[in-house]
C-alpha cells in the first residue's frame, strides 16, 4: 500500500517564516545603499536607540534630558530612525561621519518633530556635512547651512556644533536647518505635505511681520529675536525657533500670543516640558 506524504507542521512553516522575516529586516538596517535609505528604510519598524549615540543626546540636547522615562524612549526610537532613514555624507575635508554628528543633527531634527511623531523630514534624504563655512554652487555665495528643495540638508559642523556650546543664548544653526526644511516639506510635494495647521501658521505670519518691523526699526529694544530674524518672514521663523527651545521663558514673556502660536503650531511647549516631563500639546489653545 502506498503511504500518504505526511503534511510539514505548522511550526516548521511558522518558523520558517520568522526566521526569513528577521534576515530580511536586517539586511535592510544594515545594508547602507542610498536606494535603501531613500526608499525602504522609511517603512521599517522602530528599534531601540544604538548605545554609541547616548552620551551625545545626554550632554547636549536639555530638552531630552528634561523628558519623562517613557518618552526618553519614544525620543531615542525615534533618532534611531532618523539616522537609518538618512544618508549621511562627509564633504570638503570631513574625513568621516562620527556617531556625534549622527546623534546631534537626528535630535536637533526629533526634538523640533516631537509633537508630530510621524514626521522625519522625509523629503530631505541627504545630509551633507561640510567642515566650516562652504560655497554654494547654487546661491554663488557662503553658508554655514542651507536646505535645498532637492532635498538635501547641508551644514557646516563648526558652526552646528557651536550652536550647542550655550543651551540659552538663542543661537542654534541645528533648529535654524531643521525649521526650514520643516516650512519647506509642507510646501512641496511629497509624503509629508501639508502636516500642520495653516491658519496657525498664517496667524504666526502676520504676528511676526509686526516683529519683523519692530526689528527692522530697531524699535524695541526688549525683542529677544536676533537682527537676522528681520530678513524675511522665513528667517524668522528660523530664527524664533532657535528662540523658542533656547529662551523659551523670555520668549513667552515678550510675546506670549506668538509663543502659544509657535507651541500650537509645533504642538510643543518647552515650559510645559519643564514642568511635566512631557512637551506635547494636547488641546487647542486659545488664541
Ligand atoms: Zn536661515
Redesign the pocket.
Same mark, same amino acid.
Given at each position: 500500500m502506498e503511504q500518504t506524504e505526511a503534511p510539514v507542521p505548522l511550526i516548521v512553516i511558522l518558523t520558517f517564516l520568522f526566521f526569513g522575516i528577521a534576515l530580511v529586516y536586517y539586511i535592510l538596517v544594515y545594508i547602507n545603499s542610498s536606494f535603501v535609505k531613500k526608499y525602504l528604510k522609511r517603512y521599517l519598524f522602530y528599534r531601540k536607540m544604538e548605545k554609541k549615540y547616548q552620551p551625545y543626546l545626554t550632554h547636549n540636547f536639555p530638552f531630552y534630558n528634561a523628558l519623562s522615562d517613557k518618552n526618553k524612549l519614544h525620543f531615542e526610537k525615534r533618532v534611531q530612525r532618523f539616522i537609518d532613514m538618512k544618508q549621511f555624507i562627509p564633504r570638503g575635508g570631513i574625513g568621516e561621519i562620527t556617531p556625534e554628528m549622527k546623534a546631534l543633527i537626528a535630535g536637533s531634527a526629533i526634538q523640533l518633530t516631537f509633537g508630530y511623531p510621524y514626521i522625519y523630514f522625509k523629503h530631505f534624504w541627504r545630509i551633507l556635512i561640510y567642515p566650516d563655512n562652504y560655497y554654494s554652487t547654487i546661491t554663488k555665495n557662503y553658508h554655514k547651512?542651507e536646505v535645498n528643495l532637492g532635498g538635501l540638508i547641508a551644514l557646516s559642523w563648526k558652526h552646528f556644533k557651536e550652536g550647542f556650546r550655550c543651551h540659552a543664548d538663542g543661537i542654534h544653526l541645528g533648529f &535654524? #536647518?531643521m525649521? &526650514?526644511a520643516l516650512r519647506l516639506i509642507n510646501i512641496v510635494d511629497n509624503p509629508e505635505y501639508d502636516f500642520y495647521d495653516r491658519r496657525v501658521m498664517k496667524a504666526f505670519d502676520r504676528e511676526a511681520r509686526r516683529e519683523i518691523s519692530k526689528i527692522r526699526r530697531s524699535e524695541s529694544t526688549l525683542s529677544p529675536f536676533r537682527e537676522?530674524a528681520g530678513?524675511n518672514k522665513? #528667517?524668522f521663523f528660523?530664527?524664533a525657533v532657535e528662540v523658542f527651545f533656547e529662551q523659551a521663558k523670555a520668549f513667552y514673556n515678550y510675546n506670549p500670543r506668538l509663543y502659544r502660536l509657535l507651541s500650537m503650531l509645533l504642538k510643543t511647549d518647552p515650559i510645559l516640558l519643564a514642568r511635566t516631563g512631557d512637551p506635547r500639546v494636547q488641546k487647542q489653545v486659545r488664541r
Open positions: 547651512g &535654524h #536647518e525649521a &526650514h537676522y530678513t522665513d #528667517e528660523a530664527v
